[in-house]
């Protein structure tokens, strides 16, 4: 895959900040959007704009039939049984929110909710305060050698456990967890298994009737598509128990003066005008991706990540967070230099053009778990090189000795 080549298909990249060419290594966070993604979402403003499931006139059918189309390519995308087992939300952080309340029926005092330590803040408050609602207790696993500790996960799973929720990628450590595996594991106690796949869809090949998972949520800005669009998959029997937690229209069948019925899935859970240009800038980022290929991009991305993961090693005084190699670990690397604060080395490396996260990065009990306040964090993607992390280790060594640092 030829990074230098795609990189031509993202405008915002042809840009120097600070004058230097600009280098992006903060795609776990949001991911840049291809030209045809752009395109898409402009021809619908210009040529089809109105809503969908509403009118009768040659817009509204249009518009309709374009949203759901989008529906259709996101589940051939991640292998669903049926376009009505995707919903689509927000983001993930909306899905994850949908969950805990509409799973909430299923909960009482003494269950339990296994999550691990290595959770997005999406993936944990969520949860917290369904257990404050419900008097289920909120379990933890634990890391070994930076990967989640497997031994823990079987050994906490009970009769008592009710969901377990895990990112199948870690936005922290780049982790890749064995999903498959452990649906299985969660199953055979008669548990619910919620996976985020923020990190992971962007990524890795997806395939949720493969994964056995019972839900699966993800965002569309993180694998080159719009803000403001996600996607909330549950196998069709469990979202038709589901109590919808937002009301109004769209997702009403009759609305008489003292109650309402439902109308059917997908549209029972999306309340309202739906995120419909999103949705349509959503199917354009999965043409691109599918044009590509996602067993390619998989490869590039542990090709590159395991290019950065060498040459960071080699810089004195720097430390690695997660695994102790870069074998099972998707596109991102977070690390700290020895005595310098991760927002001043961002600092320093966005006047080298380069962009990278700093900060706790929505996992503030990982990183009080790992005993540091912050950490940064580089996260490649399709539009990436080698000759970018080769920028990266140069600006770092440029960093070390602008603040005179005695590693």
């Not at 009768?56 to 390519?73: C, D, F, I, N, P």
């Not at 377990?164 to 594991?185: M, Y």
Request: proline share 4%; with cysteine.
């Amino acid at each position: 895959m030829d990074g230098r080549q795609i990189q031509k298909d993202f405008p915002i990249l042809d840009q120097q900040v600070h004058e230097e060419d600009l280098v992006y290594l903060d795609s776990a966070a949001t991911s840049q959007k291809p030209r045809s993604v752009i395109e898409a979402m402009d021809r619908y403003y210009q040529e089809i704009n109105a809503n969908v499931h509403r009118g009768v006139h040659t817009l509204g059918e249009s518009a309709t039939q374009a949203y759901e189309e989008a529906r259709r390519k996101v589940a051939s995308f991640i292998g669903a049984a049926s376009e009505k087992e995707i919903i689509f939300t927000r983001g993930t952080t909306t899905g994850l929110n949908h969950l805990a309340r509409g799973l909430e029926a299923h909960l009482s005092p003494g269950d339990e909710i296994l999550i691990s330590v290595m959770e997005h803040h999406s993936n944990l408050v969520p949860w917290q305060q369904l257990c404050q609602r419900t008097g289920a207790r909120l379990v933890y696993v634990y890391l070994k050698e930076g990967r989640l500790d497997l031994d823990d996960l079987r050994a906490k799973l009970s009769p008592a456990t009710k969901i377990v929720s895990l990112a199948h990628v870690s936005n922290v450590l780049g982790v890749i967890n064995p999903i498959q595996e452990i649906a299985r594991w969660v199953h055979e106690v008669g548990a619910y298994l919620v996976v985020d796949g923020a990190q992971s869809l962007p990524h890795l090949p997806v395939q949720v009737q493969e994964m056995d998972v019972d839900f699966l949520v993800f965002s569309g800005h993180k694998m080159l598509g719009p803000t403001g669009i996600g996607v909330l998959y549950g196998k069709e029997t469990l979202l038709q128990e589901l109590e919808p937690v937002e009301f109004g229209g769209e997702m009403i069948d009759f609305v008489f003066e003292q109650e309402s019925t439902w109308t059917d899935l997908p549209w029972k859970l999306e309340a309202g005008t739906p995120p419909i240009v999103e949705a349509i800038g959503l199917e354009a980022a999965i043409d691109y991706l599918e044009d590509l290929g996602m067993a390619r991009l998989a490869a590039h991305d542990q090709e590159l990540v395991t290019y950065l993961w060498q040459e960071l090693q080699k810089v004195d005084g720097l430390e690695i967070y997660g695994p102790p190699s870069a074998e099972g670990r998707s596109g991102l690397v977070s690390f700290n230099l020895t005595g310098l604060h991760p927002h001043d080395v961002a600092t320093a490396l966005d006047y080298e053009g380069i962009a990278v996260r700093a900060g706790h990065h929505c996992a503030q009990p990982l990183l009080a778990y790992l005993g540091v306040p912050a950490m940064l964090r580089a996260s490649l993607y399709v539009y990436n090189t080698k000759e970018d992390c080769d920028r990266l280790i140069q600006a770092l060594e440029t960093t070390k000795e602008f603040f005179n640092g005695t590693f």
